[in-house]
Nanobody
Framework: VQLQAFGGGLVQAGGSLKLSCAASGPTRNIHTMGWFRQAPGKERVFVAT????????YYADSVKGRFTIARDGAKVAIILRMNNLGPEDTAVYYC?????????????????WGQGTLVTVSS
């Protein structure tokens, strides 16, 4: 499985961005995809995840009410709409696929990762 993330960029505080992540290859067993982010000098942390069948979504407390994750139509792809961005949201954002039975909150539970896309929020 290959994941390609795109949509990052530079935005002013209070602005919005939309990230996308598309999966290719043997995607039949993908059931949950999510986003993590890693700020400079910090560890990679959970942002949001969406389950394929239930469409249930889960968010980190830091992004609740500002970010929305969703499947991108019928494609094996997800989007992340980010609103009211602040400098604390500056990070490289990674998409990933969750292993069967894995805990969505932990990076170690994810099997395949995209290359990351940089989001920079200026104050």
């Amino acid at each position: 499985v290959q994941l390609q993330a795109f949509g990052g960029g530079l935005v002013q505080a209070g602005g919005s961005l939309k990230l996308s992540c598309a999966a290719s290859g043997p995607t039949r067993n993908i059931h949950t995809m999510g986003w993590f982010r890693q700020a400079p000098g910090k560890e990679r942390v959970f942002v949001a995840t969406v389950n394929w069948s239930s469409r249930n979504t889960y968010y980190a407390d830091s992004v609740k009410g500002r970010f929305t994750i969703a499947r991108d139509g019928a494609k094996v792809a997800i989007i992340l709409r980010m609103n009211n961005l602040g400098p604390e949201d500056t990070a490289v954002y990674y998409c990933a696929t969750l292993r069967r039975g894995g805990d969505y909150y932990y990076a170690g539970s994810y099997e395949y990762w995209g290359q990351g896309t940089l989001v920079t929020v200026s104050s």
